[in-house]
Structure formats: structure tokens, C-alpha cells
């Protein structure tokens, strides 16, 4: 990828014995401590085409997410709910390492880890987005953009989703002679609850929360938990080719719930 | 019945502006922190960012030209950008507009400068309004020119059209679809040179003229908007000590 591959290897190992001897210090390169997460912001309402939209900031990874409601035929063994389609395009403005075509692994892999927080914790009640039980019902598209990326997209695109489908407006679509007539008004969706992922690696044998770009080449493990308000856990995802242990796992979760919290608050903030 | 909608008797537009008035404009220089350079425009309701890396090594390989550079352009709308959600992989329209605009920027740029290199030019729709293309080019040489590229004259972009006997400056997106002529025209506005023209219309050979020399002169107002632009992120704190003197 890069133009002298040979001269980049050695530069991330002298980078990654630095950091590992930073964190043996128990400091991160960038200043914070091991549970801390950069400057966080959201910007809401910035698309007015969509019926609601998100720009999240998190230190400089930006993500934009938009919502987009139709209506169409619901899912197969799902036919007395509404759709819920998630995507997220890591777009090649985000940095020299991406290439324009269609989503890679780590692309899709990000979609549905969001995907799954937001599903299982049936933040939306799409029982309450039927028209015609097992004929019509409400779609709704959730779209995510990355325009800059410095680590940590999973947890900045969950907030982007989770602040652009609260402050959202569905349109209110109508059955009239069998025929869907979009009445012009609009309400605010069935939301239930509030889903919000926490990232951390481990390098070595510290766990650091939200990790920037440079933390994540040198990571051996990631890990990713979505809790719902009530503190419950609603997914999980292990990433990367090392491990965890059974400890760090359960302390993990523990990080996740508290943090979680934390982060819920501040984006129940903007409304 | 058309005309009524898109234009009222006191000659004003669907959207409150008169024949020779551009929708409201503003640019941002260095929004993308991981580009080399970068650019965001709103040009009345499109709302488009852009990115520039380069120039860097060609993948593939065998694309690399001995004696000068490879522009490449992409141009993308996000799937929220539209009123009906659009699908994002790359249209028809997509792949045209792109070529379009690569082949806009090009001359601008002095490309012989980086012989065996490339640049790449993302420019990403967030929000579409009619005439993103030419909002496109104009945030895309401004980011060039913040990517420290060089080129011989900045791109400035604009469109004209005909709402039936009336040729207008700037269509918009009711315009361009119940309107009679788009003209989308790319300028150097120091070179004096036309490096994007497209028609989609009926216009008289008079007409047609008219239409061109109104989108020349709304590139010019636009390279008036860029400069400024750039200005401010290189010379933002000496045009303030100006002012205060």
C-alpha cells in the first residue's frame, strides 16, 4: 500500500516498541490513559433529504450516518415486522489505504457488528412498522459513510446510527384502495431503547479503549460490547487473530457497562 | 402552465432568486485530516465533500505513465444523498459524471510535474441539489490546490439554463427536472478556457450563446468564492490583521 513497504515495516515496529513501552508506563502515545476516549462529537440534522442524519466525531475518525424510510415487502419468517437494512461504506476520502469499489470484509464486518446492537436490542420496534401484516411494511435504510478514519469506526458509527435514528422523523405512509399514499406527515419512530458499543485492544497485556489508528496496527486482540439502557448486553464481537482471556473478557464487560452508560448520556444530551 | 411554476411575473424563481442570481455558496478548505487535500462545498442545497490524495505511486502498476502524472476522479452520491434512497453501488450516471469531471480538472493541472504518479480525486455527494457535478468541480480544484498540486489556473464551475423564454443562471434541482436546457459549463477563468460543456435541451444558436456567457460569468463569481476559500486557510490570520488595520 505504501510506497516503500520495507521502510514502513521497520517505522511500525520502532513506532510499536515505543508504544509498548509507553503503555508498560501505563500512557498511551497520544496523552490519554487506558479508559479514556478522545473528543467526542455529534452533529445532528445535517441532511435534510434523509429523515435523520448523524455526524459523528470521535478525535479524528468521522463517520456520517443518514436514514432513509421506505416502504416494501417484509422479510421472509418476518412478515409482521418492519425491514431494517444497515450498511456502511468506508469511502476511499477516509485515508490512502482505500480503494473505491464495494465494501471489503472489514466494511461489512462493521455494518453488521452495528447491525446486531441495534437489532437485538430491538431499539426499534418494528412490530410497529407494519401496513398490511405479511405484505407492506416500513424500511427503513440506515446509511454510514466514513469521510476520515483514525481507529475506533465500529464505536463512532454505532453512535452515528443510534443519535441519526433517535432524532429521526418517519414519514407516515397510509393504505388507501390497497395502495401506499404517503400522507405528508411525519412522527417520531418506535424507539425502545438506547444500544451503545464499546471498543477496546489489547497490545500485549494492556486493554485500551477506543483505539486510534496507530494503536489498532499494533493490536493483538480487539473486542467490541453493545449494552442497551438497562446495562444488559446486547452483542458481542471479538476481532482480530489473538486472544483474550477469560479475565479480561468478564473485566471487560464490566469497562463496557459503566463506559456504555457514560456514552449514553451524552448522546441522550442532544435531544 | 410550466413557466408559472418555475417563474413568476415579477420575474422571480421557484426558489426566490432572480434570472442572474446563484444559489448561496460556501467552501471550507483542509476538512478531510487524512487527505492530502481537501474541500467541502455547499452550493444551495448540494452539500459534497472532497478528498485528494497525491501524487502517489499507480496501482495497478501498468497504469503509470512515463512522462506525466494519472488524474483519476470518482465521483459518488451516499445512498442518503437523494429524495428516494439511492443504491450505492457506482450508476451509470456516476461513472459519466466522474469522467466529466476528471476531464474538467485536467487541464488545469500540470501534470507532467509528476511523471509515473498518480492523484486521486474522491469527491463524495452527501447531500444532492441539482448541479452537484459543477459543485463538485469547484470543491475538487479547491482541494487540489490545497493538496499543493501544481496548476496553471483554478477550475470554477457553473451552470445556465432556459425556463422557457428565460435564460437563467444556476439551475436548481426543480429546474433542471420541469426546466427546458441545463448547460453545465467548468471555466479557467485565467486562461479564458472552457473545459466542461454539456447540454441537456433545446436552445437557438442565440440562446445557446446567451446560456454560455451567463455560465462564464457565474464561474467567475464562483472563482471569486474559492479564492477566498483558500485565502483564508493559508492567509486567514494576515487578512484579520488587515482588517484590524
Known amino acids: 500500500m505504501s510506497s516503500s513497504k520495507r521502510s514502513t515495516v521497520i517505522v511500525e515496529q520502532l513506532r510499536k516498541q515505543q508504544m509498548l513501552e509507553a503503555l508498560s508506563r501505563g500512557k498511551r502515545l497520544d496523552g490519554r490513559d487506558f479508559e479514556s476516549y478522545r473528543n467526542f462529537e ?113 464505536d463512532a458509527t454505532s453512535y452515528a446510527v443510534v443519535a441519526a435514528l433517535l432524532t429521526s422523523k418517519f414519514p407516515i405512509y397510509e393504505i388507501k384502495d390497497e395502495q401506499v399514499v404517503d400522507t405528508g406527515k411525519t412522527m417520531p419512530p418506535p424507539i425502545t431503547t438506547m444500544p451503545v458499543s464499546i471498543t477496546a485492544v489489547r497490545i500485549g497485556e494492556s486493554v485500551l479503549l477506543d483505539p486510534t489508528t496507530e494503536e489498532e496496527a499494533c493490536m493483538d486482540a480487539r473486542i467490541t460490547m453493545t449494552t442497551q439502557s438497562d446495562g444488559n448486553i446486547v452483542a458481542v464481537q471479538k476481532g482480530f487473530t489473538g486472544p483474550f482471556s477469560v479475565n479480561q473478557i468478564v473485566q471487560f464487560s464490566e469497562i463496557a457497562r459503566i463506559k456504555g452508560e457514560e456514552m449514553r448520556s451524552k448522546i441522550k444530551e442532544l435531544n | 402552465m410550466k413557466e408559472l411554476a418555475l417563474m413568476d411575473e415579477n420575474g422571480k424563481r421557484s426558489d426566490g432568486r432572480g434570472i442572474d442570481e446563484l444559489r448561496s455558496i460556501k467552501i471550507t478548505v483542509g476538512v478531510v485530516k487524512n487527505a492530502d487535500g481537501s474541500a467541502y462545498i455547499e452550493f444551495g442545497k448540494n452539500k459534497i465533500i472532497v478528498a485528494v490524495y497525491g501524487p502517489r505511486e499507480v496501482h495497478p502498476k501498468h497504469m503509470a505513465l512515463p512522462d506525466r502524472c494519472v488524474l483519476r476522479c470518482r465521483y459518488h452520491m451516499s445512498p442518503f444523498s437523494t429524495d428516494t434512497r439511492k443504491n450505492p453501488a457506482p450508476s451509470r450516471r456516476e461513472v459519466e459524471i466522474s469522467k466529466v469531471m476528471r476531464e474538467s480538472l485536467e487541464p488545469s493541472l500540470i501534470l507532467s510535474d509528476y511523471p509515473r504518479a498518480v492523484i486521486d480525486v474522491f469527491v463524495e455527494v452527501l447531500q444532492a441539489d441539482g448541479g452537484s457535478r459543477c459543485a463538485g468541480i469547484n470543491a475538487a480544484s479547491v482541494a ?49 478556457q472552457v473545459t466542461l460543456l454539456q447540454l441537456d435541451g433545446k436552445l437557438t444558436t442565440a440562446q445557446f450563446s446567451e446560456c454560455l456567457e451567463k455560465a462564464i460569468s457565474g464561474c467567475k463569481s464562483v472563482y471569486e468564492i474559492q479564492k477566498e476559500a483558500l485565502m483564508k486557510k493559508y492567509f486567514g490570520n494576515e487578512m484579520e490583521l488587515k482588517e484590524e488595520a
Do not use: Q, W
Open chain 1, 42 to 154: 455529534i452533529e445532528i440534522g445535517i441532511i435534510d433529504k434523509a429523515s435523520g442524519s448523524a455526524k459523528v466525531k470521535l478525535g479524528n475518525t468521522e463517520v456520517i450516518a443518514g436514514v432513509k424510510v421506505e416502504t416494501g415487502e417484509p422479510f421472509e419468517g418476518l412478515e409482521n415486522k418492519g425491514a431494517l437494512i444497515m450498511s456502511a461504506e468506508v469511502l476511499p476520502t477516509a485515508s490512502p489505504h482505500v480503494e473505491p469499489g464495494p465494501p471489503d470484509e472489514d466494511a461489512i464486518e462493521l455494518s453488521r457488528v452495528v447491525d446486531r446492537g441495534i437489532r437485538e436490542s430491538e431499539m426499534l420496534d418494528l412490530g410497529k412498522l407494519v401496513l398490511i401484516p405479511g405484505k407492506i411494511v416500513y424500511t427503513v435504510f440506515v446509511d454510514c459513510s466514513i469521510i476520515n478514519s483514525d481507529g475506533n469506526l465500529l
Open chain 2, 144 to 192: 487540489l490546490a490545497d493538496a499543493g498540486i501544481n496548476m496553471r489556473d483554478l477550475v470554477s464551475a457553473c451552470a445556465a439554463g432556459r425556463l422557457s423564454d428565460n435564460i437563467v443562471l444556476d439551475i436548481n434541482d426543480l429546474e433542471d427536472k420541469e426546466g427546458d436546457a441545463d448547460m453545465p459549463v467548468a471555466y479557467l477563468p485565467n486562461l479564458e
